[in-house]
Protein backbone atom coordinates (compact mmCIF):
# COMPACT_ATOMS: atom_id res chain seq x y z
CA UNK A 1 0.00 0.00 0.00
CA UNK A 2 1.21 3.08 -1.11
CA UNK A 3 2.25 6.09 1.64
CA UNK A 4 -0.64 8.00 0.28
CA UNK A 5 -2.79 5.41 0.54
CA UNK A 6 -1.87 4.87 4.17
CA UNK A 7 -2.42 8.84 4.96
CA UNK A 8 -6.05 8.64 3.67
CA UNK A 9 -8.04 6.71 6.45
CA UNK A 10 -7.13 9.32 8.83
CA UNK A 11 -7.76 12.06 6.74
CA UNK A 12 -11.01 10.87 6.13
CA UNK A 13 -11.91 10.08 9.76
CA UNK A 14 -10.60 13.60 10.73
CA UNK A 15 -12.74 15.53 7.88
CA UNK A 16 -15.63 13.26 8.91
CA UNK A 17 -15.01 14.49 12.70
CA UNK A 18 -14.74 17.62 11.50
CA UNK A 19 -17.67 18.02 9.04
CA UNK A 20 -20.13 16.24 12.15
CA UNK A 21 -18.59 18.85 14.67
CA UNK A 22 -19.08 21.66 12.28
CA UNK A 23 -22.87 19.97 12.28
CA UNK A 24 -23.24 20.75 15.43
CA UNK A 25 -22.14 23.98 16.39
CA UNK A 26 -24.94 26.25 17.44
CA UNK A 27 -24.68 29.81 16.45
CA UNK A 28 -26.50 32.34 18.62
CA UNK A 29 -26.80 34.90 15.62
CA UNK A 30 -30.00 35.89 14.36
CA UNK A 31 -33.36 36.07 14.96
CA UNK A 32 -35.03 33.72 17.50
CA UNK A 33 -38.79 33.69 18.75
CA UNK A 34 -39.65 32.49 21.86
CA UNK A 35 -43.10 30.10 22.44
CA UNK A 36 -44.59 33.08 24.02
CA UNK A 37 -44.15 34.85 20.82
CA UNK A 38 -41.72 37.33 22.02
CA UNK A 39 -38.89 38.07 19.36
CA UNK A 40 -35.23 38.02 20.44
CA UNK A 41 -32.64 39.37 17.63
CA UNK A 42 -29.18 38.68 18.67
CA UNK A 43 -25.49 40.16 16.90
CA UNK A 44 -22.29 39.04 18.57
CA UNK A 45 -19.40 41.81 18.28
CA UNK A 46 -15.50 40.03 17.59
CA UNK A 47 -15.17 40.23 21.67
CA UNK A 48 -18.05 38.16 22.03
CA UNK A 49 -20.10 40.42 23.03
CA UNK A 50 -24.00 40.28 22.59
CA UNK A 51 -26.06 43.08 21.42
CA UNK A 52 -29.54 43.62 19.49
CA UNK A 53 -32.62 43.69 20.64
CA UNK A 54 -35.84 42.15 22.08
CA UNK A 55 -39.24 42.27 21.73
CA UNK A 56 -41.54 41.60 24.21
CA UNK A 57 -44.69 39.96 23.53
CA UNK A 58 -46.09 40.33 27.41
CA UNK A 59 -45.85 42.14 30.34
CA UNK A 60 -46.43 42.14 33.71
CA UNK A 61 -48.92 45.17 33.38
CA UNK A 62 -50.13 47.79 30.52
CA UNK A 63 -46.90 49.97 30.01
CA UNK A 64 -44.43 48.45 31.72
CA UNK A 65 -42.12 47.11 28.78
CA UNK A 66 -43.04 50.74 27.13
CA UNK A 67 -44.63 52.38 23.94
CA UNK A 68 -42.66 50.06 21.86
CA UNK A 69 -42.22 47.14 23.53
CA UNK A 70 -38.92 46.86 22.38
CA UNK A 71 -35.31 47.51 24.14
CA UNK A 72 -32.03 46.94 23.45
CA UNK A 73 -30.01 43.89 24.70
CA UNK A 74 -26.65 43.83 25.93
CA UNK A 75 -24.61 40.47 26.93
CA UNK A 76 -21.78 38.23 26.77
CA UNK A 77 -21.37 34.90 24.75
CA UNK A 78 -19.03 31.89 26.24
CA UNK A 79 -16.91 29.87 24.41
CA UNK A 80 -17.67 26.05 22.61
CA UNK A 81 -19.54 24.13 19.74
CA UNK A 82 -22.81 24.69 22.13
CA UNK A 83 -21.92 27.83 23.73
CA UNK A 84 -23.76 29.62 27.07
CA UNK A 85 -24.46 33.31 27.00
CA UNK A 86 -26.13 35.59 29.75
CA UNK A 87 -27.56 39.13 28.50
CA UNK A 88 -30.04 41.77 30.13
CA UNK A 89 -33.00 44.22 29.09
CA UNK A 90 -33.80 47.25 31.20
CA UNK A 91 -37.87 47.93 30.22
CA UNK A 92 -39.32 51.68 29.88
CA UNK A 93 -41.27 51.17 33.46
CA UNK A 94 -38.47 50.93 35.55
CA UNK A 95 -38.17 46.93 35.77
CA UNK A 96 -35.16 44.83 34.65
CA UNK A 97 -34.34 41.50 32.86
CA UNK A 98 -31.31 39.35 32.53
CA UNK A 99 -31.40 35.60 30.57
CA UNK A 100 -28.63 32.69 31.20
CA UNK A 101 -28.85 30.14 28.98
CA UNK A 102 -26.97 27.81 26.03
CA UNK A 103 -27.65 27.49 22.31
CA UNK A 104 -28.07 23.66 21.58
CA UNK A 105 -28.33 21.50 18.55
CA UNK A 106 -31.01 18.83 18.90
CA UNK A 107 -31.44 15.25 17.58
CA UNK A 108 -33.03 16.39 14.12
CA UNK A 109 -30.39 19.43 14.08
CA UNK A 110 -32.28 22.28 14.65
CA UNK A 111 -30.62 25.01 17.24
CA UNK A 112 -32.40 26.04 20.24
CA UNK A 113 -31.68 28.68 23.24
CA UNK A 114 -33.17 27.16 26.23
CA UNK A 115 -32.89 30.01 28.44
CA UNK A 116 -34.14 30.92 32.03
CA UNK A 117 -35.20 34.36 33.34
CA UNK A 118 -35.71 36.77 35.96
CA UNK A 119 -37.62 39.90 35.91
CA UNK A 120 -36.55 42.76 38.79
CA UNK A 121 -39.54 45.11 39.48
CA UNK A 122 -38.43 48.28 40.85
CA UNK A 123 -39.53 48.10 44.49
CA UNK A 124 -40.05 50.80 46.57
CA UNK A 125 -37.70 50.64 48.96
CA UNK A 126 -35.86 47.44 50.92
CA UNK A 127 -38.87 46.60 52.63
CA UNK A 128 -40.50 45.85 49.49
CA UNK A 129 -37.26 44.02 48.01
CA UNK A 130 -38.78 40.17 49.06
CA UNK A 131 -41.55 39.99 46.23
CA UNK A 132 -39.24 42.26 43.37
CA UNK A 133 -38.16 39.16 41.50
CA UNK A 134 -40.58 37.10 39.05
CA UNK A 135 -38.30 34.06 37.18
CA UNK A 136 -39.51 31.69 34.33
CA UNK A 137 -38.33 29.72 31.65
CA UNK A 138 -38.04 30.42 28.02
CA UNK A 139 -37.08 28.41 25.03
CA UNK A 140 -36.09 30.28 21.49
CA UNK A 141 -36.43 28.85 17.61
CA UNK A 142 -34.70 29.96 14.96
CA UNK A 143 -36.59 32.02 12.23
CA UNK A 144 -35.78 32.01 8.88
CA UNK A 145 -33.10 34.79 8.42
CA UNK A 146 -34.13 38.28 6.71
CA UNK A 147 -33.24 38.75 3.74
CA UNK B 1 -42.66 91.93 52.49
CA UNK B 2 -40.12 92.31 49.36
CA UNK B 3 -40.46 90.12 46.48
CA UNK B 4 -36.98 88.82 47.17
CA UNK B 5 -38.27 87.55 50.11
CA UNK B 6 -41.47 86.34 48.71
CA UNK B 7 -39.37 83.90 46.22
CA UNK B 8 -37.21 83.02 49.26
CA UNK B 9 -39.72 79.89 51.19
CA UNK B 10 -40.76 78.09 48.41
CA UNK B 11 -36.89 78.01 47.04
CA UNK B 12 -35.85 77.04 50.19
CA UNK B 13 -38.22 74.35 50.30
CA UNK B 14 -37.11 73.02 47.02
CA UNK B 15 -33.63 72.80 47.98
CA UNK B 16 -35.06 70.74 51.05
CA UNK B 17 -36.21 68.53 48.43
CA UNK B 18 -33.65 68.25 45.93
CA UNK B 19 -31.36 67.43 48.80
CA UNK B 20 -33.76 65.31 50.44
CA UNK B 21 -33.75 63.38 47.64
CA UNK B 22 -30.52 63.31 46.49
CA UNK B 23 -29.61 62.12 49.84
CA UNK B 24 -31.82 59.15 48.41
CA UNK B 25 -30.39 58.41 45.47
CA UNK B 26 -28.60 55.33 45.08
CA UNK B 27 -25.63 55.18 43.14
CA UNK B 28 -24.45 51.74 41.52
CA UNK B 29 -20.19 53.21 40.24
CA UNK B 30 -18.34 52.26 42.24
CA UNK B 31 -16.82 48.78 44.22
CA UNK B 32 -18.92 46.86 45.77
CA UNK B 33 -18.54 43.26 47.87
CA UNK B 34 -21.04 40.51 49.28
CA UNK B 35 -21.35 38.87 52.03
CA UNK B 36 -19.30 35.68 50.39
CA UNK B 37 -16.46 38.39 49.93
CA UNK B 38 -16.86 38.79 45.85
CA UNK B 39 -16.08 41.89 44.28
CA UNK B 40 -17.55 43.69 42.10
CA UNK B 41 -16.42 47.11 40.00
CA UNK B 42 -19.53 49.14 38.17
CA UNK B 43 -19.05 52.00 35.66
CA UNK B 44 -22.07 53.28 34.42
CA UNK B 45 -21.56 54.82 30.55
CA UNK B 46 -23.57 58.06 29.40
CA UNK B 47 -25.73 55.48 27.73
CA UNK B 48 -26.48 53.82 30.75
CA UNK B 49 -24.66 50.61 30.13
CA UNK B 50 -23.01 49.02 33.16
CA UNK B 51 -18.98 47.86 32.13
CA UNK B 52 -16.85 46.81 34.86
CA UNK B 53 -15.53 43.37 36.15
CA UNK B 54 -16.44 40.91 38.76
CA UNK B 55 -14.10 39.16 40.83
CA UNK B 56 -15.57 36.14 42.27
CA UNK B 57 -14.56 34.37 45.54
CA UNK B 58 -16.37 30.81 45.11
CA UNK B 59 -16.66 28.35 42.39
CA UNK B 60 -18.40 25.16 41.55
CA UNK B 61 -15.35 23.48 41.01
CA UNK B 62 -11.64 24.19 40.87
CA UNK B 63 -10.86 26.26 38.13
CA UNK B 64 -14.26 27.05 36.66
CA UNK B 65 -14.16 30.64 37.21
CA UNK B 66 -10.82 30.53 35.56
CA UNK B 67 -7.64 31.54 37.14
CA UNK B 68 -8.17 34.33 38.43
CA UNK B 69 -11.47 34.38 39.27
CA UNK B 70 -11.98 37.43 37.52
CA UNK B 71 -13.75 38.30 34.73
CA UNK B 72 -15.22 41.76 32.47
CA UNK B 73 -19.26 42.45 33.33
CA UNK B 74 -21.62 43.68 30.86
CA UNK B 75 -25.03 44.91 31.25
CA UNK B 76 -27.59 47.79 31.63
CA UNK B 77 -28.74 50.25 34.27
CA UNK B 78 -32.31 51.71 34.42
CA UNK B 79 -33.69 54.99 35.24
CA UNK B 80 -34.33 56.40 38.97
CA UNK B 81 -33.56 57.30 42.09
CA UNK B 82 -33.17 53.51 43.33
CA UNK B 83 -32.80 52.06 39.93
CA UNK B 84 -32.89 48.55 38.74
CA UNK B 85 -29.91 47.03 36.95
CA UNK B 86 -28.96 43.73 35.00
CA UNK B 87 -25.94 42.40 34.11
CA UNK B 88 -23.36 39.14 33.04
CA UNK B 89 -20.59 37.30 33.46
CA UNK B 90 -18.92 34.66 30.95
CA UNK B 91 -16.39 32.47 33.22
CA UNK B 92 -13.55 30.94 31.62
CA UNK B 93 -14.85 27.47 32.49
CA UNK B 94 -17.23 27.42 30.16
CA UNK B 95 -20.43 28.58 32.27
CA UNK B 96 -22.34 31.91 32.03
CA UNK B 97 -23.92 34.05 34.88
CA UNK B 98 -26.57 37.20 34.93
CA UNK B 99 -27.58 39.08 38.19
CA UNK B 100 -31.24 41.36 38.42
CA UNK B 101 -31.35 43.53 40.91
CA UNK B 102 -31.48 47.03 42.80
CA UNK B 103 -29.57 49.98 44.21
CA UNK B 104 -31.62 50.49 47.58
CA UNK B 105 -31.25 53.35 50.31
CA UNK B 106 -31.47 52.01 53.97
CA UNK B 107 -32.78 53.42 57.06
CA UNK B 108 -29.05 54.86 58.24
CA UNK B 109 -28.90 55.86 54.38
CA UNK B 110 -26.44 53.43 53.85
CA UNK B 111 -26.84 51.75 50.03
CA UNK B 112 -26.36 47.95 49.37
CA UNK B 113 -27.26 46.13 45.93
CA UNK B 114 -29.91 43.63 46.69
CA UNK B 115 -29.66 40.94 44.05
CA UNK B 116 -30.30 37.11 42.76
CA UNK B 117 -27.97 35.72 40.22
CA UNK B 118 -28.22 32.24 38.36
CA UNK B 119 -25.43 30.43 36.86
CA UNK B 120 -25.87 28.43 33.68
CA UNK B 121 -23.24 25.57 33.35
CA UNK B 122 -22.65 24.27 29.87
CA UNK B 123 -24.57 21.12 29.08
CA UNK B 124 -23.27 18.22 27.65
CA UNK B 125 -26.19 17.91 25.45
CA UNK B 126 -29.98 18.58 25.05
CA UNK B 127 -30.53 15.72 27.89
CA UNK B 128 -28.74 17.74 30.32
CA UNK B 129 -30.18 20.99 29.85
CA UNK B 130 -32.56 20.37 32.79
CA UNK B 131 -29.77 20.26 35.54
CA UNK B 132 -27.69 23.39 34.19
CA UNK B 133 -29.00 26.36 36.35
CA UNK B 134 -28.33 27.08 40.11
CA UNK B 135 -29.85 30.05 41.61
CA UNK B 136 -28.45 31.64 44.63
CA UNK B 137 -28.90 35.71 46.14
CA UNK B 138 -25.87 38.51 46.80
CA UNK B 139 -26.37 41.58 48.91
CA UNK B 140 -23.64 43.84 48.01
CA UNK B 141 -21.82 46.66 50.37
CA UNK B 142 -20.13 49.94 49.03
CA UNK B 143 -16.46 49.48 49.70
CA UNK B 144 -14.91 53.34 49.83
CA UNK B 145 -14.03 54.27 46.78
CA UNK B 146 -10.20 53.90 45.83
CA UNK B 147 -7.91 56.58 45.84
CA UNK C 1 -97.47 30.73 30.44
CA UNK C 2 -97.48 28.86 33.60
CA UNK C 3 -95.01 29.73 36.41
CA UNK C 4 -93.71 26.44 35.92
CA UNK C 5 -92.42 27.65 32.22
CA UNK C 6 -91.53 30.80 33.31
CA UNK C 7 -88.51 29.51 35.78
CA UNK C 8 -87.26 26.89 32.93
CA UNK C 9 -84.96 29.90 30.81
CA UNK C 10 -83.05 31.09 34.26
CA UNK C 11 -82.86 27.27 35.35
CA UNK C 12 -81.60 26.18 31.92
CA UNK C 13 -79.04 29.08 31.79
CA UNK C 14 -77.67 28.29 35.22
CA UNK C 15 -77.62 24.69 34.19
CA UNK C 16 -75.39 25.55 30.99
CA UNK C 17 -73.33 27.94 33.14
CA UNK C 18 -72.52 25.36 35.65
CA UNK C 19 -71.54 22.55 33.25
CA UNK C 20 -69.29 25.28 31.46
CA UNK C 21 -68.04 26.23 34.52
CA UNK C 22 -67.65 22.74 35.35
CA UNK C 23 -66.10 21.90 32.41
CA UNK C 24 -63.18 24.55 32.99
CA UNK C 25 -62.42 22.88 36.80
CA UNK C 26 -58.47 21.50 36.70
CA UNK C 27 -58.30 18.56 38.95
CA UNK C 28 -55.02 17.46 39.96
CA UNK C 29 -56.15 13.95 41.29
CA UNK C 30 -54.19 11.39 38.52
CA UNK C 31 -51.13 10.29 36.72
CA UNK C 32 -48.80 12.79 35.34
CA UNK C 33 -46.39 13.39 32.67
CA UNK C 34 -43.29 15.45 32.10
CA UNK C 35 -41.76 16.81 28.84
CA UNK C 36 -38.41 14.54 30.07
CA UNK C 37 -40.93 11.33 30.80
CA UNK C 38 -41.07 11.96 34.84
CA UNK C 39 -44.48 10.52 36.25
CA UNK C 40 -46.12 11.90 39.15
CA UNK C 41 -48.97 10.25 41.06
CA UNK C 42 -51.24 12.59 42.39
CA UNK C 43 -53.92 11.87 45.27
CA UNK C 44 -55.86 14.82 47.16
CA UNK C 45 -56.98 14.44 50.83
CA UNK C 46 -60.09 15.71 52.15
CA UNK C 47 -58.60 18.42 53.82
CA UNK C 48 -56.59 19.64 50.42
CA UNK C 49 -53.05 17.51 51.35
CA UNK C 50 -51.25 16.26 48.08
CA UNK C 51 -49.95 12.74 48.42
CA UNK C 52 -48.43 9.76 45.91
CA UNK C 53 -45.36 9.37 44.38
CA UNK C 54 -42.81 11.07 41.94
CA UNK C 55 -40.78 8.61 39.45
CA UNK C 56 -38.01 10.68 38.23
CA UNK C 57 -36.75 9.57 34.94
CA UNK C 58 -33.30 11.66 35.08
CA UNK C 59 -30.55 12.75 38.36
CA UNK C 60 -27.62 14.89 38.41
CA UNK C 61 -25.46 12.18 39.38
CA UNK C 62 -25.83 7.85 39.22
CA UNK C 63 -27.58 7.35 42.28
CA UNK C 64 -28.74 10.34 43.61
CA UNK C 65 -32.44 9.75 42.98
CA UNK C 66 -32.33 6.25 44.89
CA UNK C 67 -32.31 2.89 43.27
CA UNK C 68 -36.27 3.33 42.25
CA UNK C 69 -36.02 7.07 41.26
CA UNK C 70 -39.14 6.83 43.01
CA UNK C 71 -40.42 8.46 45.86
CA UNK C 72 -43.54 9.37 48.11
CA UNK C 73 -44.41 13.62 47.89
CA UNK C 74 -46.28 15.61 50.13
CA UNK C 75 -48.03 19.25 49.36
CA UNK C 76 -50.59 21.04 49.67
CA UNK C 77 -53.56 21.91 46.87
CA UNK C 78 -55.17 25.46 47.14
CA UNK C 79 -58.25 26.20 46.22
CA UNK C 80 -60.17 27.41 43.12
CA UNK C 81 -61.19 26.51 39.78
CA UNK C 82 -57.86 26.44 38.58
CA UNK C 83 -55.73 25.56 41.29
CA UNK C 84 -52.29 26.60 42.74
CA UNK C 85 -50.20 23.85 44.76
CA UNK C 86 -46.94 23.30 46.18
CA UNK C 87 -45.01 19.48 46.52
CA UNK C 88 -41.66 18.27 47.84
CA UNK C 89 -39.90 15.25 47.35
CA UNK C 90 -36.87 14.03 49.18
CA UNK C 91 -33.99 11.72 47.56
CA UNK C 92 -32.15 8.89 48.50
CA UNK C 93 -28.69 10.69 47.53
CA UNK C 94 -29.76 13.21 50.27
CA UNK C 95 -31.15 16.21 48.03
CA UNK C 96 -34.45 17.82 48.46
CA UNK C 97 -36.73 19.17 45.79
CA UNK C 98 -40.24 21.19 45.64
CA UNK C 99 -42.32 22.43 43.00
CA UNK C 100 -45.11 25.32 42.94
CA UNK C 101 -47.46 25.37 40.10
CA UNK C 102 -50.91 26.04 39.23
CA UNK C 103 -53.38 23.01 37.20
CA UNK C 104 -54.53 25.56 33.68
CA UNK C 105 -57.13 24.26 31.91
CA UNK C 106 -55.87 25.15 27.87
CA UNK C 107 -57.81 26.32 25.09
CA UNK C 108 -58.31 23.01 23.77
CA UNK C 109 -59.92 21.95 27.17
CA UNK C 110 -57.20 19.51 28.10
CA UNK C 111 -55.51 20.23 31.35
CA UNK C 112 -51.52 20.90 32.26
CA UNK C 113 -49.81 21.44 35.44
CA UNK C 114 -47.76 24.33 34.89
CA UNK C 115 -44.80 24.32 37.38
CA UNK C 116 -41.19 25.55 39.03
CA UNK C 117 -39.02 23.28 40.54
CA UNK C 118 -35.82 23.77 42.67
CA UNK C 119 -33.49 21.16 43.59
CA UNK C 120 -31.21 21.67 47.13
CA UNK C 121 -28.26 19.37 47.02
CA UNK C 122 -26.59 18.71 50.66
CA UNK C 123 -23.89 21.55 50.77
CA UNK C 124 -21.02 20.22 52.98
CA UNK C 125 -21.24 23.30 54.64
CA UNK C 126 -22.11 26.64 55.10
CA UNK C 127 -19.44 27.54 52.37
CA UNK C 128 -21.21 25.42 49.80
CA UNK C 129 -24.17 26.53 50.46
CA UNK C 130 -24.21 29.17 48.04
CA UNK C 131 -23.99 26.28 44.82
CA UNK C 132 -26.80 24.04 46.58
CA UNK C 133 -29.73 25.30 44.40
CA UNK C 134 -30.67 24.52 41.04
CA UNK C 135 -34.09 25.60 39.51
CA UNK C 136 -36.19 24.51 35.99
CA UNK C 137 -39.60 24.54 34.72
CA UNK C 138 -41.46 20.99 34.06
CA UNK C 139 -45.09 20.68 32.41
CA UNK C 140 -47.24 18.05 32.98
CA UNK C 141 -49.53 16.31 31.03
CA UNK C 142 -52.85 14.14 32.07
CA UNK C 143 -52.39 10.62 31.15
CA UNK C 144 -55.09 8.35 31.00
CA UNK C 145 -56.46 6.93 34.29
CA UNK C 146 -55.33 3.55 35.31
CA UNK C 147 -57.79 0.71 34.70
CA UNK D 1 -0.51 -4.27 78.46
CA UNK D 2 -4.03 -5.73 79.39
CA UNK D 3 -6.35 -6.37 77.17
CA UNK D 4 -8.89 -3.51 78.51
CA UNK D 5 -6.60 -0.97 77.94
CA UNK D 6 -5.73 -2.32 74.36
CA UNK D 7 -9.58 -1.41 73.88
CA UNK D 8 -9.58 1.86 75.68
CA UNK D 9 -7.93 4.00 72.93
CA UNK D 10 -10.09 3.36 69.46
CA UNK D 11 -13.21 3.63 72.08
CA UNK D 12 -11.69 6.81 73.36
CA UNK D 13 -11.45 7.86 69.66
CA UNK D 14 -14.85 6.33 68.78
CA UNK D 15 -16.18 8.43 71.52
CA UNK D 16 -14.53 11.72 70.49
CA UNK D 17 -15.64 11.17 67.27
CA UNK D 18 -19.35 10.35 68.45
CA UNK D 19 -19.51 14.05 70.24
CA UNK D 20 -17.85 15.73 67.88
CA UNK D 21 -20.28 14.66 65.58
CA UNK D 22 -23.25 14.89 68.06
CA UNK D 23 -21.87 18.32 67.70
CA UNK D 24 -22.88 18.64 64.41
CA UNK D 25 -26.31 17.98 64.13
CA UNK D 26 -28.49 20.18 63.25
CA UNK D 27 -31.93 19.67 64.28
CA UNK D 28 -34.86 21.76 62.07
CA UNK D 29 -37.52 20.75 65.22
CA UNK D 30 -38.58 23.92 66.92
CA UNK D 31 -38.79 27.59 65.89
CA UNK D 32 -37.35 29.79 63.76
CA UNK D 33 -36.97 33.10 62.77
CA UNK D 34 -36.58 34.95 59.09
CA UNK D 35 -34.69 38.39 58.45
CA UNK D 36 -37.64 40.03 57.73
CA UNK D 37 -39.36 38.56 60.91
CA UNK D 38 -41.28 35.44 59.39
CA UNK D 39 -41.69 32.43 62.31
CA UNK D 40 -41.74 29.08 61.22
CA UNK D 41 -42.44 26.84 63.92
CA UNK D 42 -41.45 22.87 62.61
CA UNK D 43 -42.38 19.28 63.93
CA UNK D 44 -41.08 16.21 62.31
CA UNK D 45 -43.03 13.05 62.48
CA UNK D 46 -41.06 9.45 62.58
CA UNK D 47 -41.34 8.89 59.14
CA UNK D 48 -39.41 12.21 58.43
CA UNK D 49 -42.22 14.58 57.62
CA UNK D 50 -42.60 18.21 58.29
CA UNK D 51 -45.47 19.97 60.09
CA UNK D 52 -46.04 23.09 61.51
CA UNK D 53 -46.91 26.17 60.51
CA UNK D 54 -45.45 29.44 58.87
CA UNK D 55 -46.65 33.13 59.92
CA UNK D 56 -45.36 35.04 57.32
CA UNK D 57 -44.35 38.68 58.39
CA UNK D 58 -45.46 40.33 54.49
CA UNK D 59 -47.83 39.74 52.11
CA UNK D 60 -47.68 40.79 48.35
CA UNK D 61 -50.88 42.48 48.25
CA UNK D 62 -53.29 43.43 51.56
CA UNK D 63 -54.97 40.19 52.49
CA UNK D 64 -52.89 37.82 50.12
CA UNK D 65 -51.73 35.81 53.04
CA UNK D 66 -55.07 35.87 55.01
CA UNK D 67 -56.48 37.33 57.90
CA UNK D 68 -54.17 35.92 60.44
CA UNK D 69 -51.28 35.65 57.97
CA UNK D 70 -50.40 31.90 59.38
CA UNK D 71 -51.05 29.01 58.08
CA UNK D 72 -50.36 24.83 58.28
CA UNK D 73 -47.25 23.47 56.72
CA UNK D 74 -46.44 20.15 54.82
CA UNK D 75 -43.30 19.21 54.32
CA UNK D 76 -40.34 16.11 54.08
CA UNK D 77 -37.02 16.04 55.72
CA UNK D 78 -34.00 14.39 54.53
CA UNK D 79 -31.46 12.12 56.43
CA UNK D 80 -27.68 13.53 57.60
CA UNK D 81 -26.13 15.55 60.06
CA UNK D 82 -27.14 18.97 58.50
CA UNK D 83 -30.32 17.54 56.50
CA UNK D 84 -31.65 19.25 53.56
CA UNK D 85 -35.21 19.13 53.42
CA UNK D 86 -38.60 21.14 50.87
CA UNK D 87 -41.90 22.22 52.50
CA UNK D 88 -45.01 23.67 51.43
CA UNK D 89 -47.68 26.33 52.41
CA UNK D 90 -50.88 27.38 50.49
CA UNK D 91 -52.32 31.11 50.99
CA UNK D 92 -55.90 32.14 51.86
CA UNK D 93 -55.74 34.46 48.71
CA UNK D 94 -55.07 31.49 46.50
CA UNK D 95 -51.51 31.40 46.13
CA UNK D 96 -48.90 28.68 46.87
CA UNK D 97 -45.37 28.92 48.34
CA UNK D 98 -42.46 26.70 48.86
CA UNK D 99 -39.07 26.56 50.23
CA UNK D 100 -36.08 24.23 49.48
CA UNK D 101 -33.48 24.51 51.95
CA UNK D 102 -31.09 22.82 54.30
CA UNK D 103 -30.23 22.86 58.28
CA UNK D 104 -26.57 23.89 59.13
CA UNK D 105 -23.86 24.37 61.50
CA UNK D 106 -22.55 27.33 61.38
CA UNK D 107 -18.81 27.91 62.77
CA UNK D 108 -19.90 29.13 65.94
CA UNK D 109 -22.15 26.66 66.94
CA UNK D 110 -25.13 28.10 65.55
CA UNK D 111 -27.81 26.65 63.37
CA UNK D 112 -29.57 28.38 60.11
CA UNK D 113 -32.09 27.15 58.03
CA UNK D 114 -30.74 28.51 54.88
CA UNK D 115 -33.23 28.10 52.06
CA UNK D 116 -34.90 29.53 49.29
CA UNK D 117 -38.37 29.94 47.99
CA UNK D 118 -40.83 30.24 45.17
CA UNK D 119 -44.38 31.83 45.30
CA UNK D 120 -46.72 31.03 42.76
CA UNK D 121 -49.84 33.70 42.24
CA UNK D 122 -53.04 32.19 40.61
CA UNK D 123 -52.87 32.89 37.29
CA UNK D 124 -56.33 34.27 35.58
CA UNK D 125 -55.32 31.39 32.43
CA UNK D 126 -52.33 29.61 30.94
CA UNK D 127 -51.31 32.92 29.06
CA UNK D 128 -50.83 34.72 32.76
CA UNK D 129 -48.81 32.10 33.29
CA UNK D 130 -45.32 33.08 32.94
CA UNK D 131 -45.70 36.14 35.16
CA UNK D 132 -47.00 34.03 38.06
CA UNK D 133 -43.85 32.90 40.04
CA UNK D 134 -41.38 34.41 42.22
CA UNK D 135 -38.49 33.73 43.96
CA UNK D 136 -36.40 35.00 46.81
CA UNK D 137 -34.10 33.98 49.79
CA UNK D 138 -34.92 33.33 53.74
CA UNK D 139 -32.19 32.38 56.40
CA UNK D 140 -33.97 31.34 59.49
CA UNK D 141 -32.56 31.31 63.01
CA UNK D 142 -33.47 29.36 66.13
CA UNK D 143 -35.59 31.19 68.78
CA UNK D 144 -34.97 30.13 72.28
CA UNK D 145 -37.13 27.09 72.56
CA UNK D 146 -41.17 27.97 74.21
CA UNK D 147 -41.57 27.14 77.61
Redesign the interface.
Known amino acids: MPPVRRAALPCLLLCLWASRTQGAVCNVTGVWMSA ?1 GSILKLAVSPD ?3 GGNYMTS ?1 E ?1 MKGAAGNQRQS ?9 A ?10 EG ?9 C ?4 DGSQ ?1 L ?1 T ?1 W ?6 Q ?3 D ?9 DTFFHLPAEE
Chains 1, 2, 3, 4 share one sequence.
Open positions: MAELVTRLSGLLNRGQPTFAFSVVWGSSSSWVGQLVLGVKLMLRSAAGPEDWKSTRIGE
